[in-house]
Nanobody, 123 residues
Framework: QVQLVESGGGLVQAGGSLRLSCAAS????????MGWFRQAPGKEREFVAA????????YYADSVKGRFTISGDNAKNTVYLQMNSLKPEDTAIYYC????????????????WGQGTQVTVSS
C-alpha cells in the first residue's frame, strides 16, 4: 500500500544541480528497494538509479554515473536523487518507484510509482 510523491524538479542551467525527493507513505520504508527512472517526451521510460532494500547497494545507469547519487533517509521515509553536473539530455520527467522484491534497472521490477516531477536543463 506504499504511496510515493516526488518533488524537487525544476529548471536549471547545464552544469547545475538539483535534488529530487521521493516521500513514501503507507509502509515501512526499509522494506522496499527503490529506483529512479525518467521519461522524455516521445521516449520510453528509462532507468536512472536504484537502491537495494536497506540501502546496502546502489546501481546507476552509465549515463549518470559519477553525477547522480541515490540515497535514503529512513527517519524521513524519503529517497533522494542528488543530480550534479546536469546536462540538457537529462531533461525528463523523473519518477521514483518501489519494489517489494529487489532493485533493478527494469521497470517491471517495480510495483508502485510516483506521479513524476519535471526536470528541465537548459543549455
Amino acid at each position: 500500500q506504499v504511496q510515493l510523491v516526488e518533488s524537487g524538479g525544476g529548471l536549471v542551467q547545464a552544469g547545475g544541480s538539483l535534488r529530487l525527493s521521493c516521500a513514501a507513505s503507507g509502509g515501512t520504508f526499509s522494506s522496499y528497494a527503490m529506483g529512479w527512472f525518467r521519461q522524455a517526451p516521445g521516449k520510453e521510460r528509462e532507468f536512472v538509479a536504484a537502491m537495494s532494500r536497506g540501502g546496502g547497494g546502489t546501481y546507476y545507469a552509465d549515463s549518470v554515473k559519477g553525477r547522480f547519487t541515490i540515497s535514503g533517509d529512513n527517519a524521513k521515509n524519503t529517497v533522494y536523487l542528488q543530480m550534479n553536473s546536469l546536462k540538457p539530455e537529462d531533461t525528463a520527467i523523473y519518477y521514483c518507484a518501489a519494489s517489494v522484491f529487489y532493485y533493478s534497472s527494469s521497470t517491471a521490477s517495480y510495483n508502485t510509482w510516483g506521479q513524476g516531477t519535471q526536470v528541465t536543463v537548459s543549455s
